[in-house]
């Protein structure tokens, strides 16, 4: 099992999701985050003050899936998220050790 | 390259104010006009003006030499119903203006401020706005429009007025003379009401509740009333009629907003910065909020200043005129000042601009024709935005919503630039022994005008200062000002009322 981190643009979100739902992936959990890597912020301009914003809101993928998804969740990502500019986002693979389903204590892959 | 631009508005504004100066000159010249003159000049006077209801009366005389017994009765039954009709017209006018003066402060005032604010002070700072909605209606009831507006001294009126005594349906002729002197009290309420919310945004985000109550019982006691009683009170120091120097100040440039916006320096001054500024960054929560407030702000302002004219006839649709121009060509001075030094017109330099431009029209609005309310609303424009985007910054004073900025120094331009354009044409409010318009502002051949605006503002620029800093010094002594340094961070809303504005996830 390998969770898959992916931090993308907000305007990617709807595209990335229909990707990834195309592939079969089952469940994910989607939340609003603000972050900063090397796009640089904005900065506005209130009255003649100027403000940097320097973290900039994204949107944070994480589903755990089966080691046969991760190659075609990732290549899906890519395809949909990718404009070739700064800002695009990140993905983060990493091993998980279990997984327990709460309603029935399943465990493992099938609890996924 | 700066330079070469800022030489060429330069001259631009000399060639515009050459243009207004030839548009009037030869305006007087034109029989037509004069005849225009005539019609105006059969119209009610300036906000208080002495000229109301005489026409009626004029004419009687005539009538009974030449028509005597039942016939004279008949004139006079008739007479009496045109006044009840003109009474009943002006009093609906005056109604409706009295609710949307009100609308103004709520929600108008209190949404403009409250998204300027970050948001754990968004309650905070409305609830100022529409507490005193509340604590000046009662002080108002009481002694409030009595120091105004009862007869007095030169310098503040009288208590014949005390807890409303006398103040009913029967119109009260030095004010208003067709409309009850119940509806003239209520539209007034509604001036002493928006001034001190005024003065909040100066303070915003870091006064204790308690102080800001106390603070504002007392500054109407020391500041609005003395003033509005100089320049609006009949015997008053600065009355338009009759006082020492009759001052032009229609709907409240040194009333409402030379009162409010210098005092709102004093109090930014006297209070010290908030936490952090200017390191921190202290961004409105919400310019959509505030994007709201400014408009009703603009719809309100018919209400102030047409509504100042205190009937509804010709001169409510001049001032009326006057607002809305004074406020389009204030949008785009301070969107235009805004797009060349930054490269984008922002939506708040935009609905600023509106309030800068309202601001300065208000004391000309039933003064001036549509020429002279376009290029005072540009210059204020083009004034708030170097005292908020430019001076502020460099003096490093913490006017946190600008109230100085806009009310304060846009109040002073309009206030003066009334004594330049005031005309006869528009309101013969000068008449000599034969009844003859007189010429009014600097332009209309009357250079005294603008010394007796100078002196005007002078006055309404100290009583401000000395009576703010009064109020300020009790209340620190008896409340203290200030809420504790972990109270502001915590923000007004939690400290200050127990509540939050925002709770999303409820």
Known sequence: MTKVEAIIRPSSFEAVKSALHEIGVEGMTVSDVRGHGRQKGHTEVYRGREYAVDLLPKIKIEMVLPDTLVEASVRAILDAAKTGKIGDGKIFLSRVDDAIRIRNEEKGEPAL | ?506
Request: aromatic share 10%; proline share 5%.
């Open chain 2, 1 to 506: 390259m700066a330079r070469r631009k800022s030489v060429r508005v330069v001259l631009g504004l000399v060639t515009l104010l050459f243009f207004f100066r030839g548009v009037s000159l030869a305006a007087s010249s034109r029989p037509a006009v004069a005849a225009v003159r005539e019609v105006w000049s059969s119209d009610p006077g300036g906000v208080h003006g002495p000229e109301r209801s005489r026409r009626a009366t004029d004419l009687r005389p005539a009538v009974q030499a030449s028509a005597p017994g039942p016939v004279d009765r008949e004139v006079a039954a008739l007479e009496e119903q045109v006044a009840a009709a003109r009474s009943a017209g002006d009093n609906s006018w005056m109604l409706v203006c009295c609710a949307l003066v009100l609308l103004m402060t709520g929600p108008g005032l209190a949404l403009f401020y409250g998204g300027l604010v970050r948001k754990k002070n968004v309650l905070g700072t409305m609830m100022q706005s529409f507490t005193l909605m509340a604590l000046v209606t009662v002080l108002w009831a009481l002694f409030g429009y009595s120091l105004c507006f009862a007869p007095g001294s030169r310098f503040l009126g009288g208590l014949s007025y005390l807890f409303l005594h006398g103040v009913g349906a029967a119109p009260n002729p030095a004010y208003a003379a067709t409309i009850p002197q119940q509806t003239f009290m209520l539209f007034q309420l509604m001036f002493a009401i928006i001034t001190p919310a005024l003065i909040t945004g100066a303070f915003a985000e870091r006064m204790k509740f308690s102080a800001m109550a106390l603070f504002m019982i007392l500054w109407t006691i020391v500041v609005y009333d003395p003033l509005a009683h100089m320049v609006w009170g009949a015997g008053g120091f600065l009355n338009a009629s009759g006082g020492r120097f009759p001052t032009l100040d229609f709907a409240g440039g040194t009333v409402v907003h030379i009162s409010s916006g210098v005092s709102a320096l004093v109090c930014a001054l006297y209070l010290g910065k908030r936490l952090g500024y200017p390191k921190e960054a202290t961004p409105p929560h919400s310019v959509v909020l505030s994007f709201i407030g400014a408009c009703l702000l603009w719809v309100g302002w018919f209400g102030f200043n047409a509504g100042s004219a205190l009937a509804a006839g010709s001169l409510a649709s001049s001032a009326f005129l006057a607002t809305q121009f004074g406020a389009a060509a204030g949008v785009m001075g301070w969107a235009a000042a805004e797009w060349m030094r930054n490269g984008k017109p922002s939506a708040l330099g935009a609905i600023s601009g509106a309030v800068a431009g309202l601001v300065a029209i208000t004391p000309a609005s039933g003064f001036v024709g549509p020429m002279p309310s376009l290029l005072i609303g540009l210059v204020a424009g083009l004034v708030g935005y170097t005292m908020v985007a430019l001076v502020k910054s460099r003096l490093g004073y913490d006017d946190s919503l600008d109230a100085f900025g806009v009310h304060g120094m846009c109040g002073t331009a309009g206030a003066l630039l009334t004594g330049i354009f005031a005309s006869s044409a528009v309101n013969p409010i000068y008449k000599d022994a034969a009844g003859r318009a007189l010429g009014v502002g600097l332009i209309d051949g009357n250079p005294h005008q603008l010394l007796n605006q100078v002196v005007a503002v002078g006055i309404s620029w100290g009583l401000a200062i000395v009576g703010s800093l009064f109020a300020l010094k009790i209340v620190d002594l008896v409340v203290g000002l200030r809420v504790p340094a972990d109270q502001e961070v915590q923000g007004l809303d939690l400290s200050q009322h127990g509540e939050e504005g925002y709770n999303l996830e409820a």
